[in-house]
């Protein structure tokens, strides 16, 4: 359905988007929704915008900060769909201007608004007054050759083709930076501007930033050549815990001693396996991996050395185990505490010897595997318990590797989580905002009992519950979210001062407030009848529906505050 907005119409009530403000000062944070904001000055922007200017050269620069924008209204059409679900179309979309204002980045005065979300329709003319870049434009760059309003015009195409599910595209048509009288800007579909795909390519990549992204993965490909060669291959993480696990893992790499890797469920131990084999001569030979756990105790033996013909009912043919199918390679043994003991003693025989027997066979064969063990629980308990064989423990403790826990390198947590990213937005096909400032915050303060398997696994459910161009928020990535320490919070009261607010997590509601403020019935009543009859224009029928009351109920309250005579 088409909607028209017309100048005479208010638009200033946006407390929904003054509620979004949280300032968390003793953590140094500034939260609008689940994105971080930050106050600068803007003279410091203006420094970086001239810079920027100098570095790139103009058309570049002019690029740069559309896309700057375009990102930032994105993130705000995403916002203003969540908090105005159920208001109409118009309501939904002067969030954006309304979020202009309300950041500081320009008065935005609507003068014509015509949209269809179901046709695609849109056409719309605003005015910016006192425009931050103008005012940039007036410090450190001087009067424009064109229109300067880079940013808040990026921000602009962004929001409302996000909004509208198809192009839109805004130009200024005037601007005060380039020595008009107003800045004046119209939007409408992009192909109905006649200019539409050359101004639509400044919201691609920079050909410079392209050929720097094309030399970047050649680079990261013959990189990725030389560490297959040399066999360094750890996963992801930059910690100085993870560091000093492949440090280690590079020193046992080498030789043909049997690692042991320890460590909780979920760190990545068969990442390291891998990362032992390729680094190792034996890289061009076979990497088998076994989880011990998971299969039954009566087949263990057969499964791991092999079993022969009739040996035992099911037997029906002869075949070779996992250790023969890994000679000259590696064998992973994770959950090695779950072997049995005759399974036990094989395996110690086979480090010792180097041979093995099937099941059921007399006849000895020699193999050639480096063992790799992993546990998740300590052998040492294990061998005083009896549930270990102590010899065994000895020969395969030979170069323990004790991996962090993911809360021990949480630094990593971001290049893990943008991996687990690409490889889910590729999986279903869809492109998310990623994870949303708040999002990555809950994230950084988890504990992750189940470390990064347990990461991929939320990031995997954020992807699926996220929609495309919508950022990851903490309710899609945790079905509860996890406790956290309550920190103090300030927020913007309908005067917009900072006032002093609840705790995190613990979201005051709007009775508690008043409660809590000692304010009388009487003084709410008085407010509520003194805003409906401001948003009625002064007329008692229409602030009567506004309050659910019939015309006489409010005239007699009206009258007995005194506001009718006022009025």
């Known amino acids: ?69 375009y990102l930032s209204g994105l993130k705000d059409a995403e916002l203003a769909r969540k908090l105005r679900p159920h208001c109409s179309e118009l309501d939904i979309f002067l969030a954006g201007p309304q979020l202009h204002s309300l950041k500081g980045m320009v008065k935005v005065v609507p003068l014509e608004i015509d949209l269809d979300q179901e046709t695609g329709d849109f056409y719309g003319r605003f005015e910016w007054i006192d425009s931050w870049e103008v005012e940039i434009c007036k410090t450190e760059l001087g009067l424009m050759k064109e229109p300067a309003c ?18 839109i595209i805004f130009r200024e048509v005037s601007c005060r930076g380039c020595g008009d009288e107003k800045c004046m800007i119209e939007g409408k579909p992009a192909e109905q501007w006649k200019d539409g795909k050359e101004f639509s390519r400044y919201f691609k990549a920079d050909p410079i930033i392209e050929e720097l992204y094309d030399l970047q993965e050649q680079l990261n490909s013959l990189r990725s050549s030389f560490q297959r060669q040399e066999g360094q291959y750890y996963g992801i993480g930059q910690s100085a815990s993870y560091n000093k696990v492949c440090r280690m893992i590079d020193k046992a790499a080498q030789g043909k001693v049997s690692v042991l890797l320890l460590g909780e469920t979920g760190v990545g131990k068969e990442v390291i396996a891998r990362s032992v084999h390729l680094r190792s001569a034996r890289a061009d030979g076979p990497f088998i991996a076994v989880n011990c756990a998971a299969i039954p105790p009566d087949l263990i ?40 003991p005759r399974a036990q003693a094989t395996l110690l025989r086979v480090l010792q010897e180097s041979e093995l027997e099937r099941v059921g066979d007399n006849r000895t064969r020699k193999v050639n595997v480096r063992v790799i063990a992993a546990t998740n629980e300590s052998l040492e308990q294990a061998v005083e318990d009896g549930r270990f064989r102590a010899d065994l423990f000895y020969r395969l403790n030979v170069f323990p590797v004790k991996i962090p826990p993911l809360r021990e390198r949480l630094e990593d947590l971001p290049l893990l989580a943008g991996h687990f990213l690409e490889k889910f937005h590729a999986q279903y096909e869809k492109r998310t905002l990623g994870l949303s400032d708040k999002a990555l915050a809950l994230c950084m303060a988890y504990q992750w009992p189940g470390n990064i398997r347990e990461l991929e696994n939320v990031i995997e459910r954020g992807v699926i519950l996220t929609d495309n161009n919508e950022s990851i928020s903490q309710d899609a990535l945790f079905v509860s979210p996890p406790p956290s320490e309550p920190v103090s919070i ?31 019935l009487e ?45």
């Not at 904001?37 to 922007?45: E, H, I, V, Y």
């Not at 099911?314 to 043994?333: D, K, P, W, Y």
Request: some cysteine.
């Open 301 to 340: 033996e057969a499964e791991l050395f092999g079993v022969e013909k009739g040996a035992y009912t099911g037997a029906n043919q002869s075949r070779e185990g996992r250790f023969e199918r890994a000679n000259g390679g590696t064998i992973f043994l994770d959950e090695v505490v779950e072997l049995t």
């Open 150 to 167: 880079w940013v808040l015009l990026g921000y602009a195409c962004a929001y409302t083709s996000s909004f509208m599910g198809r192009e």
């Open 1 to 69: 359905m088409s909607v028209s907005y017309k100048p005479q119409l208010s638009y200033s009530d946006f407390r929904d988007l003054k509620d979004q403000i949280q300032f968390q000062s003793t953590e140094g944070k500034i939260w609008f929704g689940e994105q971080r904001m930050l106050l600068m000055n803007l003279s410091s922007l203006a420094a970086f915008r001239r810079e920027i200017v100098n570095s790139m050269g103009i058309e570049r620069a002019k690029g740069f900060f559309l896309r700057l924008g």
């Open 523 to 567: 003084e709410v009543e008085e407010t509520l009848m003194r805003q409906a009859m401001e948003q009625a224009n002064q007329n008692v029928s229409g602030a009567a529906r506004i309050l659910g009351l019939t015309r006489p109920a409010l005239a007699y309250r009206l009258k007995k505050t005194g506001i009718l005579d006022e009025s």
């Open 490 to 520: 300030e927020r913007i009261d309908a005067d917009g001062n900072v006032c002093v607010g609840q705790a995190a997590g613990k979201e005051e509601s709007w009775s508690d407030h008043i409660i809590n403020s000692g304010i009388s």
